[in-house]
């Protein structure tokens, strides 16, 4: 089977199966199942604050999924990171559907001995829009880069975006939701918070 018939059959299949993966319409969302791991909402902002990078996970109109690592921030309770003003297939998705999740790994410590995860996660949904405003938007770009990059100083960075700052835009997150959860979560927290 050469590449165009695999691509037509993968095609019909993800046709086919469209109108049937969505159809209900139902949400799956729930209250945490296991209790003695969930994190209070302090423990989750400071895992947030305290994680550089992020999963956002994205969809199209055609409920079509798509992940991609991000740095985001947190500033006043949302959630804000940047991306290439040429676009890509994130800024398309957040264009067509503002709904969206992101996905915050703070510590995976594989427990060979347990046949377990030594982790602390927390998981935000919420609605994203862009940021506009060209004031707002360099204030929040600064602030990335104060919180990401913190040894390049205040002057490289404002030099950095008078530079290329058009090129980049940044989007903000409004938490609908915010989860957490650990285990063994006196490892991470036992140490680091403080």
């Known amino acids: 089977m050469n590449l165009l018939h ?3 059959l993968v095609s019909s299949f993800a046709a086919s199966v469209a109108p049937f993966a969505f159809a209900s319409g139902t949400s799956t969302e729930r209250e945490m199942r296991r209790k003695d791991r969930q ?3 302090e423990e989750c902002f400071y895992l947030i604050r305290h994680t550089p990078h992020a999963v956002l996970s994205t969809t199209d ?14 500033l006043n309770g949302k959630l804000y990171f940047h991306c290439s003003k040429a676009g890509g297939r994130k ?16 510590k995976d410590d ?5 046949f377990a995860v030594d982790f602390a996660s927390v998981v935000v949904a919420g609605t994203a829009k862009e940021i506009t405003d060209p004031q707002e938007l360099r204030k929040i770009q600064l602030e990335i880069c104060k919180i990401h990059a913190p040894e390049a100083g205040a002057k490289a960075a404002e030099a950095y975006f008078d530079k290329g700052g058009k090129g980049i835009t940044v989007w903000e997150v409004t938490p609908t939701k915010i989860s957490g959860k650990s285990r063994n979560k006196h490892l991470y927290f036992g140490k680091n918070k403080g």
């Open 110 to 114: 594989i427990n060979q001995k347990e």
């Open 61 to 74: 109109n055609s409920g079509t999924p798509y992940g991609v690592p991000v740095t985001p921030i947190l």
């Open 39 to 41: 994190l209070t909402e």
């Open 91 to 106: 800024v398309d998705n957040l264009r067509q559907n503002e709904r969206v999740s992101l996905c915050f790994i703070g």
């Open 6 to 8: 695999r691509s037509i």
